[in-house]
C-alpha cells in the first residue's frame, strides 16, 4: 500500500517482496517483483528513496514469509540495499526496537548490540522513537534509552524510525 500511495503521487515505484503480491490492482507506475532480497533481484538498481517498513527484522528468520535460514540475513539485507541507494539517495526505515532478540518465526528486536550493526552502512540523518503506551492503547514519542530498555517479544517491542543515507556519502549541512 505504500508503493501504491507513493505512485498516486506521482513517483515510480519498485516494490519487491518475498512473497507474490496480494493486492489486486494494477497501477502503471508499480512494478511489482517477487524475490528475495538475498538474491539480488535488483542488484543493478539505483533508487533515490527506499522505504523499508518493518521489513528487515524478518529477512533470514525461517517459518514465515517462505524464508530461508540465514542469521544475519537482516545485515546483509541493508548492505544490499545501501548499495542500491542513488547518490543523495535516502532510505526511511522502520523497525521493532527494545532490548535485543529473535523471535523466530516472527521478527528481531533491535537493541544496543543488534542496532549499530544493522545500520553500520549507514548515516542517521533523522530518528524517532515511539513507545506503545497500554493505557491508552496507543504508540507515543519516546527516546532512544526508553525505547531500547523496553523488553521484547513476539508482540511487544517498542519502534525505530529513520531516515537514513548511504555512509560513504558526503551529506549536506
Same mark, same amino acid.
Given at each position: 500500500m505504500l508503493g501504491l500511495a507513493a505512485a498516486m503521487?506521482?513517483?515510480d515505484v519498485v516494490a519487491l517482496d518475498r512473497m507474490p503480491s496480494e493486492l489486486q490492482?494494477?497501477?502503471?507506475?508499480?512494478?511489482?517483483?517477487?524475490?528475495?532480497?538475498?538474491?539480488?533481484?535488483l542488484a543493478e538498481e539505483r533508487f533515490d528513496q527506499i522505504i523499508n517498513c518493518s521489513t528487515v /527484522?524478518?529477512?533470514? !528468520?525461517?517459518?514465515r514469509y517462505d524464508s530461508t535460514d540465514s %542469521?544475519?540475513?537482516?545485515?546483509?539485507?541493508?548492505?544490499?540495499?545501501?548499495?542500491?541507494?542513488?547518490p543523495g539517495g535516502q532510505m526511511i526505515l522502520t523497525i521493532p526496537v527494545g532490548r535485543d532478540g529473535?523471535?523466530?518465526?516472527?521478527h528481531r528486536v533491535y537493541g544496543r548490540d543488534r542496532l549499530p550493526a544493522l545500520l553500520r552502512?549507514?548515516?542517521?540523518?533523522? /530518528?524517532?522513537?515511539? !513507545?506503545?503506551?497500554?493505557?491508552q492503547r496507543a504508540w507515543v %514519542?519516546?527516546?532512544r534509552e526508553r525505547a531500547l530498555d523496553q523488553p521484547g517479544s513476539e508482540s511487544a517491542y517498542a519502534l525505530g524510525l529513520f531516515v537514513l543515507a548511504r555512509a560513504d556519502q558526503e551529506l549536506s549541512p
Open positions: 503521487r506521482g513517483h490492482f494494477q497501477f502503471p507506475p508499480v512494478t511489482h517483483h517477487s524475490a528475495d532480497i538475498l538474491d539480488l533481484p /527484522e524478518h529477512v533470514g !528468520l525461517s517459518g %542469521p544475519d540475513g537482516d545485515l546483509r539485507a541493508m548492505e544490499i540495499l545501501a548499495a542500491m541507494l542513488a529473535v523471535f523466530s518465526p516472527y552502512p549507514f548515516s542517521t540523518l533523522e /530518528e524517532q522513537w515511539w !513507545l506503545k503506551d497500554m493505557a %514519542p519516546g527516546n
